[in-house]
């Protein structure tokens, strides 16, 4: 059973370019969240996607967007990168379930340098 | 909205000697608080997580946690310290009521002598 998968591993991009991420969850999982870990601070949580659609976000600028596809994988998306946007970027993949608390696992992350 | 922090930025042991980890979290529910551990380089991986229950949580690699809610405080404890335990920890605090998203702190760096 595969976990979470993010693709690229490491990414270098200019100042100003646009830059794509993938993250495939978890089989059995339909919900994906999205952290942005800066060096050295603890992640911190983007968005999250359910139903293709945004359900959540958090204190980031719209120049980050997401979208999530019908087999539940996703893409984020940075557009006019600037050099404080390099971080690892992590994946997290749950299950939708009500009334309890569903547990997010976490992917590698990919790498992300803007120069 | 719920925050963590974790008090020590950098503890240094010996190995073979005992460690603990501080975590404080806010939040006006009930907490679901988890420890993670991430090595150089290398994503998240969880050591434990308390939803309910017996608040003397066991988790992988010999790490217990005890949830105190009288204190808000949700401390990372290991007897004794191997060598490989050397990376940085991270305490969150999950909200079920927004989304399950997780909340981080800023994390604890953890160096181990020889």
């Known amino acids: 059973d595969a976990g979470v998968t993010q693709s690229p591993t490491h990414l270098i991009k200019t100042r100003g370019q646009q830059v794509t991420l993938r993250c495939s969850p978890k089989?059995?999982?339909?919900?994906v969240s999205w952290y942005q870990q800066a060096l050295g601070q603890g992640p911190q949580f983007i968005f999250q996607?359910?139903?293709?659609?945004?359900?959540q976000r958090g204190n980031f600028p719209d120049r980050f967007s997401g979208h999530q596809f019908p087999n539940y994988s996703s893409e984020l998306n940075v557009n006019a990168l600037l050099l404080g946007d390099s971080a690892l970027y992590l994946c997290?993949?749950?299950?939708?379930?009500?009334?309890?608390?569903?547990?997010?696992?976490f992917g590698p992350g990919t790498r992300l340098t803007v120069l | 909205a719920q925050s963590v922090t974790q008090p020590d930025i950098h503890i240094t042991v010996s190995e073979g000697a005992s460690l603990e980890l501080r975590c404080n979290y806010s939040?006006?529910?009930?907490?679901?608080l988890f420890w993670y551990v991430q090595s150089p380089g290398q994503g998240l991986q969880l050591l434990l997580k308390?939803?309910?229950?017996?608040?003397l949580v066991q988790g992988i690699k010999g790490f217990e946690a005890e949830f105190k809610r009288s204190q808000s405080s949700f401390n990372l404890r290991k007897p004794s310290v191997h060598w490989s335990d050397a990376a940085e920890y991270f305490c969150?605090?999950?909200?079920?009521?927004?989304?399950?998203?997780?909340?981080f702190g800023g994390g604890t760096r953890v160096l181990v002598k020889p």
């Open positions: 308390y939803f309910s229950g017996d608040t």
């Open positions: 996607y359910y139903e293709e659609e945004e359900r």
């Open positions: 997290a993949s749950s299950l939708n379930g009500q009334g309890i608390y569903n547990e997010q696992f």
């Open positions: 089989s059995g999982h339909d919900t």
């Open positions: 969150a605090v999950g909200a079920r009521a927004a989304g399950n998203k997780l909340t």
């Open positions: 939040y006006g529910a009930t907490p679901y």
